[in-house]
């Protein structure tokens, strides 16, 4: 049976009461402090929009001028890669125009492979190091440059450690053991045949049916006996 209107407890209403004062006294006393952070909420998001809008239409910008400047790099128009045509931009402009889209940032990579081709190993570098590795095989390919120009460089320890900073951040069974294999043949030139075995002992164990891994038994029984 429903209870009484007398059976309520008076000290229950005297609280509920209190609360629902309390709680008008408080939006009295902050609703334009509430008001205001509202509309801060609602323009951040207005804004992050926008802004998203924006670069979208950046970025397809940049693609269409990226098109050109592609063809010249498969043509080995490295110069016209880079610099641009008058009608089309190259990718260093194309990286500096359209710097926070995906196509510009994009660009900074096609411009280090674009100096390292042209034999200028320390702006590849510097470009290489600018590009924001989002993508792990593309990643992994701009790390493995970088390394190809520090050997070109002459220094062999820091190509090597980007060989194998390369094939770690990828993890697949192209680039890890392409980049590992390009390690440990720079470890044989410089006659540390141990941590050579230690890279193509890899390959065969994690990457057997890759196409370094179809060799390396060869490559295994040559550093034993150096190392016997």
Same mark, same amino acid.
């Given at each position: ?104 940032? !994009?660009? $900074?990579?096609? /411009? *280090?492979?674009? =100096?390292?081709?042209? &034999?200028?190993?320390? @702006? #590849? ?52 053991? !392409?980049? $590992?294999?390009? /390690? *440990?043949?720079? =470890?044989?030139?410089? &006659?540390?045949?141990? @941590? #050579? ?32």
């Amino acid at each position: 049976m429903a209870k009484n209107k007398k059976d309520v407890n008076p000290q229950t209403i005297s609280n509920v009461e209190q609360t629902l004062s309390r709680t008008e006294q408080f939006l009295e006393e902050n609703y334009k402090t509430m008001l205001t952070v509202l509309a801060v909420i609602v323009a951040i998001v207005g804004l992050g929009w926008l802004g998203k809008i924006y670069l979208n239409k950046r970025n397809d910008e940049a693609q269409s001028q990226m098109y050109q400047a592609e063809r010249y790099l498969e043509m080995d128009s490295l110069k016209l890669a880079l610099n641009g045509d008058g009608n089309y931009l190259g990718f260093l402009d194309i990286a500096k125009s359209y710097r926070l889209t995906k196509s510009g940032n !994009l660009a $900074l990579y096609s /411009a *280090g492979i674009c =100096y390292l081709h042209l &034999g200028e190993y320390q @702006e #590849a570098i510097d470009y290489l190091a600018k590009y924001s590795k989002k993508d792990k095989v593309l990643g992994s390919m701009a790390i493995g440059a970088t390394g190809d120009a520090y050997v070109e460089l002459g220094d062999l320890e820091k190509g090597i450690s980007k060989y194998i900073e390369a094939g770690d951040y990828a993890r697949n069974s192209f680039n890890t053991p !392409l980049f $590992l294999m390009k /390690a *440990g043949e720079l =470890y044989e030139l410089n &006659g540390k045949h141990a @941590e #050579a075995l230690k890279l193509y002992e890899r390959i065969e164990s994690e990457y057997p049916e890759s196409t370094e891994g179809s060799t390396i038994e060869k490559y295994i029984a040559r550093v034993k006996l150096l190392i016997k």
